[in-house]
């Protein structure tokens, strides 16, 4: 494999972006993942040029042969991360080299080739350069960027693709869930799991999103906004949920989180959490936690505080987990203070409005 070229990408303008008028009413009620900017970044992959073509273009549909492997065999990796304006109108990301690095892991995962970080960041600044003003202000809102790679070569063998697209694209987001805020309960899937030992549970590949689907929809039907998954061996140890890591308040102020078993999913969320957890004088350990402790600690009140964490979700309380037939609720099933206290520790970072002491954030534009 030659060496990729330097990261240049060419800028196509659309021709009939939104207008201000427009983009004021998306940017009032963004939502989650139902708008997107202007423009998109492409570039693309073969063994013989590495990565190529880097380019912003107008946002539109990709057209696809039928037999573009990623169709068939679902050869493919993708990243979640979020630009924040500030008070003072500058625009930042939080931690992007570790979601490049994930995203590197997930291709090696799925034998895509890994897209260096200089082209994974310089992709992300050079779509918002040209979608500056989809960047929302405001407290809880944010862009929501999303890299994703795929196999799109046009053939029907099983082997890795030796064509591959990497696009990203960007969403105004407000809150993920539409209640906002508010404690959301959980659905504990027992007859499904997510991932297995040796499989993909740690890779951000489509397949995962697509094997939790069907719990989702029963999570739905049962009231629930997500699905808990076990460990797909003993059905005992608890993971995560579809799009989000845990963690656990107890009665002594210490604070657990599942540990990463190689199924789990690598928040970066989860990892700053801990970090800003510790810094703030808690305890944190990271270990197994069985579906009994999650129920016998709210039964017993050792529990205090459950609650979820993702780019997407920033970090959610979890007013119950429910099964069927059974019910277990932490505390009074509000808000907890501690869940409180964290989420405004990353969220004050992330919008400025407390130092970076870990040097987390990076700028993109100035103010
Ligand atoms: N677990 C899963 C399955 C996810 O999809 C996500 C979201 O990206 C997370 C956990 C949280 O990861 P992060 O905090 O990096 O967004
Ligand atoms: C994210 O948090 O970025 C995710 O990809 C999870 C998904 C539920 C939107």
Not at 28 to 50: C, Q, V
Not at 89 to 97: D, K, Q, T, Y
Not at 188 to 196: I, M, P
Request: hydrophobic share 40%; aromatic share 10%; charged share 20%.
């Amino acid at each position: 494999m030659t060496a990729s070229p330097a990261f240049a990408p060419t800028v196509e303008l659309h021709p009939h972006p939104r207008t201000r008028d427009e983009l004021g009413v998306i940017l009032a009620n963004p939502g989650f993942g139902n708008y997107f900017t202007d423009h998109m970044f492409l570039a693309k992959w073969t063994p013989d040029e590495g990565w190529a073509y880097p380019r912003i273009v107008p946002y539109g549909p990709l057209t696809l042969d039928p037999a573009t492997a990623v169709l068939h065999y679902a050869q493919e990796v993708f990243e979640g991360l979020k630009a924040y304006a500030h008070a003072d109108g500058s625009i930042w990301l939080f931690r992007p080299e570790a979601n490049a690095e994930r995203m590197q892991r997930s291709a090696h995962r799925l034998a895509l080739p890994e897209l260096p970080t200089d082209w994974f960041i310089g992709s992300i600044k050079a779509l918002i350069e040209v979608d500056a003003a989809w960047v929302p202000n405001g407290d809880e809102k944010s862009l929501y960027l999303r890299p994703f790679m795929f196999a799109s070569e046009r053939f029907l063998g099983v082997r890795p693709s030796q064509h591959v697209t990497y696009g990203l694209i960007s969403s105004p987001a407000g809150a993920y869930f539409p209640e906002g805020l508010k404690p959301v309960s959980i659905w504990l899937s027992t007859e499904y799991a997510r991932a297995g030992a040796g499989g993909t549970g740690a890779a951000k590949c489509g397949g995962n999103y697509a094997s939790s689907l069907l719990p989702q929809q029963e999570a739905a039907a049962q009231g629930c906004a997500q699905v808990a998954f076990l460990d797909s061996t003993e059905h005992k140890w608890v993971e995560e949920l579809g799009g989000m890591n845990l963690f656990y308040v107890q009665s002594d102020g210490s604070i657990v989180t599942p540990e990463l078993s190689g199924s789990i999913l690598e928040g970066i969320t989860r990892d700053s959490l801990i970090t800003l957890a510790r810094d703030l004088g808690h305890e944190v350990v990271e270990r197994r936690v069985s579906i009994d402790e999650w129920r016998d600690g709210c039964a017993d009140g050792t529990i205090t505080e459950v609650f979820a964490c993702g780019t997407a979700a920033v970090v959610t309380p979890i007013r119950s987990l429910k099964w069927e037939g059974g019910e277990a609720v932490p505390g009074d099933g509000e808000a907890g203070k501690v869940t409180s206290e964290l989420r405004a520790a990353l969220v004050d970072i992330q919008y400025g409005r407390a130092p970076d002491r870990h040097g987390w954030l990076q700028q993109v534009l100035p103010a």
